[in-house]
């Protein structure tokens, strides 16, 4: 029965935020424009619609012009919050936009996110969900996440930077509606995860954002600090629904919003799909095809085998970010055969409070 009240609840919000009846009160007047909207509803395919200006964004994907395999589309999942949804593969995957117009006295970002691993933070850089900065320039806005789930937003003002922080951590493999936004007449910044304040920062009254002169990039640090030639600063997992507007969302819309998605889901979000799909090294001349091996990315020192509850165990150190050795886990295979192995998730992840936080266990 409780169940059924809260669907309802979400359906008659939705309804009266659709016709305009929530719209009656000063407090919930809106005042915002987007200028930046993805939905990542395309499902195939090497690029997705930015819907503001009908523009075809362009998805870097290590595997768009392979010379060593069949080229690939980067990885589309089904399971996204009103239709499909992109995954960030950790280290390839990113989406370029031509720099938009930088909303400068009031903004809003709106994102669903669904992060599959965490990274370490390197160079003291955001893991960017959406950006178009300069840090060392004090310049433009960054929505990214940090290490073990904790997330923020940025952006420089007048030769200055401001962050607003939440040191609650994101879960992973799950969807949360993440906003932020920030008012110039107030000095008021604000986070929120799933209609819900979380946390609030001021700045100095009347401080406009300054914009950067850089493209807008979904997934990747504007920034990002290099590992070899890998990018690091990067989102690992599924993005949904971008929106960047011009002006700013009250409490009250924020919370509408996240009711609208939820009543068109039926007061339930999606289950979202973030295996590594071994099938993306289908044609790949260079891959072993017999050798246990991780899904994808780096793995190195596979041992500790155990048979438990009649399935054979097998672990490994296992980057789930890329194919270069850091940021580890313990990747876990089950076997009944040990010839026909099967992927489970990671079995130990650095975590914010646990006895390693930087995934530097390993075994003699």
């Known amino acids: 029965m409780g169940k059924w009240k809260k669907t309802c609840a979400y359906l008659i919000s939705a309804f009266m935020l659709g016709s305009g009846l929530l ?3 000063p407090e919930v007047q809106a005042a915002t424009t987007l200028v930046g909207q993805w939905s990542f509803n395309e499902g195939n395919g090497k690029v997705t619609k930015e819907q503001v200006s009908q523009t075809n964004d362009t998805i870097n994907y290590v595997f768009n012009q392979a010379v060593y395999k069949p080229s690939t589309d980067p990885e589309w999942r089904n399971d996204g919050i009103s239709g499909k949804a992109l995954l960030f593969d950790g280290y390839s995957t990113w989406v370029t936009h031509p720099a938009i117009t930088t909303p400068q006295s009031q903004i809003s970002i709106e994102a ?3 992060p599959r691993a965490y990274e370490w933070g ?3 850089k955001l893991e960017a969900i959406v ?3 300069n840090k060392d320039a004090k310049q433009g806005f960054i929505l990214g996440i940090d290490r073990h789930g904790t997330w923020s937003f940025q952006f420089g003002s007048n030769n200055n930077w401001y962050e607003v922080w939440s040191f609650e951590p994101l879960p992973k493999y799950e969807w949360s509606y993440l906003t932020a936004t920030y008012d110039s007449q107030t000095g008021k910044m604000v986070l929120y995860v799933n209609g819900k304040q979380v946390s609030s920062n001021m700045a100095p009254v009347h401080s406009l954002l300054t914009p950067a002169s850089t493209d807008l990039l979904i997934g990747k640090n504007n920034q990002s600090t290099n590992l070899g030639v890998f990018p690091l600063n990067m989102f690992n997992g599924l993005i949904d629904e971008i929106k960047v507007s011009n002006g700013t969302l009250s409490p009250i819309e924020v919370e509408n919003a996240y009711n609208a998605y939820m ?7 999606p289950t979202p799909d973030l295996k590594f799909d071994r099938s993306v090294y289908n044609g790949d001349t260079y891959r072993p095809t017999y050798h246990a091996i991780a899904p994808q990315h780096w793995q190195n020192e596979p041992h500790a085998p155990l048979f ?3 399935q054979y165990h097998l672990f490994y150190q296992f980057n ?4 270069y050795w850091h940021n ?6 089950v076997s009944t055969d040990m010839v026909h192995w099967r992927d489970l998730p990671p079995a130990l992840s650095p975590g914010l409070f646990q006895v390693d936080p930087d995934g530097d266990c390993f075994t003699m």
């Not at 009543?263 to 979000?269: D, E, I, P, S, V």
């Open 112 to 114: 669903w996110v669904a």
């Open 263 to 269: 009543a068109a889901l039926g007061g339930n979000l």
């Open 328 to 333: 580890m886990h313990w990747g876990h295979w």
């Open 320 to 323: 789930q970010h890329g194919p």
């Open 23 to 25: 719209i009656s009160t």
């Open 131 to 133: 950006n178009q900065q």
């Open 122 to 124: 390197d160079g003291n």
């Open 308 to 310: 438990f509850n009649g």
